[in-house]
């Protein structure tokens, strides 16, 4: 059971490099989004998508983009990577209903140099 | 909209000892409640959920937490605690009828001291 896959786990960037964090989940969920965790600051959502062709903004989108061609994919771009874009992604994937569980990835830890 | 409140960043407690941790949240409508637990350097993983029926679940690892509408709350509780219970603790809601895109509060950090 993989479930949901990111990669890398660890990248540095300077700044305005461009880069791509992929996720992939195999169980077939409608639901997927991409999370930043910051000291103090929780997890904060940055785009989700609810089926493939359909994504949104979060919480706090500036500076990144997603597609969602696949159901299994979705991944997360910085265009310019910034000092203030250093923190852990998380990917999330879920049924396409209120009342399931997330199921995370372990994360990929970014710094922006 | 949704939000949710964890009162605590930190919560220090002995080995052996009970330990709650609390949550509140606001909603406009009827929520499906959550908490997630994050051992050092790994992704999130459930511990229980609250959807509807009894007001106390109980969860892995001897956790369990108490829905009260009345008080908007969903309180985390282990009656004894131990060394590998050392983690962050994020408490998430998500509407009944909504995109279905749970809200996390800010996470609580347990440490458990021998």
């Known amino acids: 059971n993989a479930g949901v896959t990111q990669t890398p786990k660890f990248q540095v960037l300077k700044t305005g490099q461009s880069m791509t964090l992929q996720c992939a989940q195999d169980?077939?969920?409608?639901?997927m989004s991409w999370y930043r965790q910051d000291p103090g600051m929780g997890l904060r959502l940055i785009h989700y998508s609810v089926g493939a062709g359909i994504t949104d903004q979060g919480e706090v989108p500036n500076g990144y983009n997603v597609s969602r061609s696949t159901t299994e994919d979705f991944p997360l771009r910085l265009l310019s990577a910034a000092p203030s874009q250093t923190s852990v992604y998380f990917c999330a994937s879920r049924r396409g209903t209120g009342d399931t569980e997330a199921f995370f990835g372990q994360g990929t830890r970014l710094t922006v140099v | 909209a949704q939000s949710v409140t964890q009162l605590d960043s930190q919560v220090p407690v002995f080995e052996e000892a009970p330990v709650e941790l609390r949550c509140n949240y606001s909603s406009s409508v009827s929520v499906y409640l959550f908490w997630y637990v994050q051992y050092p350097n790994q992704g999130l993983q459930l511990l229980l959920k609250y959807l509807s029926g009894s007001t106390l679940v109980k969860g892995i690892n001897g956790f369990e937490a108490e829905f009260n509408k009345s008080q908007t709350s969903f309180h985390l509780r282990k009656p004894s605690v131990h060394i590998s219970d050392t983690a962050e603790y994020f408490c998430?809601?998500?509407?009944?009828?909504?995109?279905?895109?749970?809200?996390f509060g800010r996470g609580t950090s347990l440490i458990v001291h021998p």
């Open positions: 169980m077939n969920h409608e639901y």
């Open positions: 998430a809601v998500s509407d009944t009828g909504g995109s279905y895109i749970p809200t």
